[in-house]
């Protein structure tokens, strides 16, 4: 190989390296599925398990949100889907609903699962077409939770026995 | 040097040195980049090995050379100051007083060898030992105190140093593989010193006896 050759060849590798770790290095990655998955995102090659992910939102449907999301997370393995993620959210947020009181840690559990949606989001916006849910948007999920979150005198009205869960 | 060398091998010892060495291993993965006082004295390691000859920047920059070979040889200089920075990071503890001392500890070790000029061979063999002292002291000493247990070991160095330290001397105990991690980071990076296009040592001639003056 001519000398031409081999330090094109090195440049080439050096910079790739170094775009794999500075892509390591801001996204965080903790599993391989994590890194596969987003290396494949960057490529556009990355798709979420169609059938992983109409059993969650079976499971979703009949309201039993821990094994709902054991299997968005079998469909979304690499947490790289914005849609998966809504649901994360969404599920959290009707699992820690209640008439007369909110779960704090389940509530942030979803803002941090809706925080995720919004970044993956392609420029920032979803919306997602589920007649069942009553919210379309992250940021309809994500002011429920965070008024969920927040304590104020509407936590006090007597009223609120009769809200309904969205 | 070879041109695979160069654009090969160096670039890509220190680009595994600069990911294993940020690699920390506890509850979760976490990837710390170098904080801005290790790149600071990862500057003046570079400034001690050109000083000593373990790196001739000449041969890796020079108006002689094709622009290929400079952005080589550019690459080499800016993945070795990222590597330098990242062993040193991986030796430093994290936190309390350990952290500290360690800190103010690499800085004189480096401003001091810098006075001291050392040549290439005593430089490499300086790095290895300091190194090699720095990690038996994080990852046995340090670790080994931190670790849970009351082993008779981890008595007798508490009683010798709680009172020096005021008690901040405990770390967090990270995962048994950190140390391997560790170990692969500095030797690669004592490796990929070794490897640095060095600066020859200046060649003596002695003359026969007969031609000294004198006789």
């Known amino acids: 190989m001519s000398e031409t050759a081999t330090r094109s060849i090195g440049l080439g590798v050096a910079t790739a390296f170094a775009a794999l770790i500075g892509w390591l290095y801001a996204r965080q990655p903790q599993t391989i599925a994590q890194v596969t998955g987003g290396l494949s995102a960057v490529v556009g090659a990355y798709a979420v398990d169609e059938q992983s992910f109409e059993d969650a939102l079976r499971f979703f449907r009949n309201d039993q949100f821990v094994e709902a999301?054991?299997?968005?997370?079998?469909?979304?393995?690499?947490?790289?889907?914005?849609?998966?993620q809504f649901y994360i959210a969404y599920s959290y947020y009707r699992q820690g609903w209640g008439r007369t009181y909110h779960d704090d840690?389940?509530?942030?559990?979803?803002?941090?699962?809706?925080?995720?949606?919004?970044?993956?989001?392609?420029?920032?916006?979803?919306?997602?077409?589920?007649?069942?849910?009553?919210?379309?948007t992250p940021e309809e999920v994500k002011a429920e939770l965070l008024a969920g979150l927040r304590v104020d005198a509407s936590d006090f009205n007597p009223l609120r026995v009769f809200r309904t869960r969205k | 040097m070879t041109a695979a060398r160069e654009a090969l091998v160096l670039p890509n010892v220190f680009l595994v040195v600069l990911l294993i060495g940020g690699l920390r291993i506890g509850r979760t993965i976490t990837l710390i980049p170098p904080s801005p006082y290790v790149l600071l004295l990862g500057l003046l390691l570079i400034r001690v090995a050109v000083q000593s000859g373990v790196l001739s920047p000449d041969r890796l920059l020079a108006s002689t050379r094709s622009t290929l070979a400079n952005a080589n040889g550019a690459v080499v200089l800016v993945t070795l100051w990222l590597a330098a920075a990242q062993a040193l990071a991986v030796l430093i503890p994290d936190s309390g007083v350990p952290r500290l001392a360690f800190n103010v500890f690499f800085l004189i070790l480096l401003l001091n060898t810098a006075a001291a000029s050392p040549d290439r061979q005593r430089l490499l063999r300086s790095f290895a030992v300091t190194f090699g002292g720095a990690f038996v002291l994080k990852f046995v000493v340090l670790h080994g105190l931190s670790a849970p247990g009351q082993g008779a070991f981890k008595r007798a160095l508490?009683?010798?140093?709680?009172?020096?330290?005021?008690?901040?001397?405990?770390?967090?105990?990270?995962?048994?593989?950190?140390?391997?991690?560790?170990?692969?980071?500095?030797?690669?990076?004592?490796?990929?010193?070794?490897?640095?296009?060095?600066?020859?040592?200046?060649?003596?001639?002695?003359?026969?006896?007969?031609?000294?003056?004198?006789?």
């Open chain 1, 105 to 136: 840690r389940l509530y942030a559990d979803g803002l941090t699962a809706i925080d995720r949606a919004m970044a993956l989001a392609p420029a920032g916006r979803l919306v997602v077409d589920d007649p069942n849910l009553g919210m379309h």
């Open chain 2, 158 to 215: 508490l009683a010798l140093v709680d009172n020096v330290t005021a008690g901040a001397l405990i770390q967090e105990v990270p995962h048994p593989i950190a140390a391997y991690a560790a170990f692969l980071t500095i030797g690669l990076f004592l490796i990929g010193l070794l490897l640095l296009p060095h600066r020859e040592p200046p060649i003596r001639y002695e003359l026969p006896p007969e031609y000294r003056l004198g006789r």
């Open chain 1, 69 to 84: 999301r054991m299997a968005f997370d079998r469909a979304d393995p690499a947490v790289r889907d914005a849609r998966t």
